[in-house]
Every structure is written in C-alpha cells, then in structure tokens.
C-alpha cells in the first residue's frame, strides 16, 4: 500500500510569487490534515479536512494560504503570494475513519523556501 | 490552549546503550493522549508510540517505553539497546480525546530533539 505523498519534495520561490503543494493520501483516507514546521520550531497544525469538506481550519495563519480538496482524494495547498516566513516544511497526514483515530499517517513534507 | 515542550534539541547515546527523550506539555483537559513521533532523515513522519491519558500502566513498544507522570504532566521516550536505525528527529505529540463535530483531532507538537546514535 503506498504511503502519504507530497510533491514537489522542495520548492524554492521568491517573495511575492505564488506556490502550489499537493498531497495525496493513502487510498480511501477521508481524513487528510496539514501541518507546518518552520524551521526550528514546533510542527503547527493547518487545517483537517474530511472528505472536500474543511472540518477544522482554525490553524491557517491567513488569507494568502488556500487549502482544498476537490472531490475528496487528494489536496492542494497554495501560498499566494508568499511570504518570507512561508519558508519552512509543510507536512500532510491522513487517516481513515475506520481505523484508530488517534493515527495519523505522515508523509515526507514538502520543503518551502522564500527568498 | 495545550503546549509541548521538548528541551533537548540534541542527544546522542552510543549505539547498545539507553537514552531517555524528555517532553513535558501544559493542559487543562483530563483526557488526551500523548504520542512520540520519529522522523529519519528524508522520510516519513511514523508513530512509534502513544499513551492514554487515563491509563496508568506505562505504554511499552519493543525497545521504546514511556514515563507517563500525568500530575507532573511529563512524558519521557526511553529507547533501550539503542540501534543505528534508531538516529532520527523525535517529536512529542499531544492529541485531545474530545473530538467534537467541528473536528479537534489536530495533534499539538514540540520542537522536536534531534538523536544521534554514535556507533
């Protein structure tokens, strides 16, 4: 069973362009979350979706971040336009409803750099 | 809000020998659950262990325990035997067990300590 991926594995932009990261969950996970870590610091939570829709977004720092999830399978994250303080590892984790709640699945992150 | 705090940013122990990873956290809730997290170099994030809040007896997977201490709010990984395999980035994760409709399954991290398993 393949994992959660995330693509690209690293993106470097300069400030004020715009940057799209996308994740695919596991097969059949209608949970799917995002995560962040800037550099140094702790992993901040985004947002949770389930299915398309966004059940807990209440991490999203703001406007410039979109997050959807057409049709319920995989997940695009975009940064418009980006910031300086963008810069760090954006992570996605999924989990099926069916199994433990309490296991989310990661993938590797996709490293965001502004310059 | 909860908070995680990892104060190691760095350890290394010599491949064979045990090293404990310390985390303490900040809550109001009774019920939650805690999780250490390992994330080699390049790779996926994967669970290597969890603690619920209401169950006393410490939680134990293999070579991986925890020190559960719920009135000091501490949470400790002790790795034993420790293996090259084992040198990766550690993160202590806190996961409220209140899960309302509007979600709340967000996980809470620490800054994570860096293990280094020197052979």
């Known amino acids: 069973e393949a994992g959660v991926t995330q693509f690209p594995s690293h993106s470097v932009i300069e400030k004020g362009q715009t940057v799209t990261l996308r994740c695919d969950p596991i097969s059949g996970h209608d949970n799917l979350y995002w995560y962040r870590r800037v550099m140094g610091k702790e992993i901040k939570f985004l947002l949770h979706?389930?299915?398309?829709?966004?059940?807990?977004e209440s991490g999203m720092p703001n406007n410039r971040f979109l997050a959807e999830r057409t049709g319920g399978t995989y997940s695009t994250l975009k940064v418009q336009p980006a910031e300086l303080e963008d810069s760090g590892v954006y992570f996605c984790a999924s989990r099926s409803t069916g199994e433990p709640f309490y296991e989310q699945y990661f993938g590797p992150g996709t490293r965001l750099t502004v310059t | 809000a909860q908070t995680v705090t990892q104060s190691q940013p760095e350890m290394s122990v010599q491949e064979a020998e045990t090293v404990t990873l310390s985390c303490t956290y900040d809550t109001s809730e009774s019920d939650y659950y805690l999780f250490w997290y390992k994330q080699p170099p390049s790779r996926q994030m994967i669970l290597v262990i969890r603690?619920?809040?209401?169950?006393?007896q410490n939680a134990t997977e293999n070579r991986f325990s925890v020190n559960f201490q719920k009135a000091a709010k501490s949470f400790s990984l002790k790795i034993s035997d420790s293996q090259l395999g084992d040198a990766a980035m550690y993160f202590c994760?806190?996961?409220?067990?209140?899960?309302?409709?509007?979600?709340?399954?967000?996980?809470?991290f620490g800054t994570g300590t860096r293990l280094t398993i020197i052979p």
């Open positions: 994760a806190y996961r409220s067990a209140l899960v309302t409709n509007f979600g709340n399954e967000k996980l809470t």
């Open positions: 603690q619920e809040a209401y169950k006393q």
């Open positions: 979706f389930v299915k398309e829709s966004k059940q807990d």
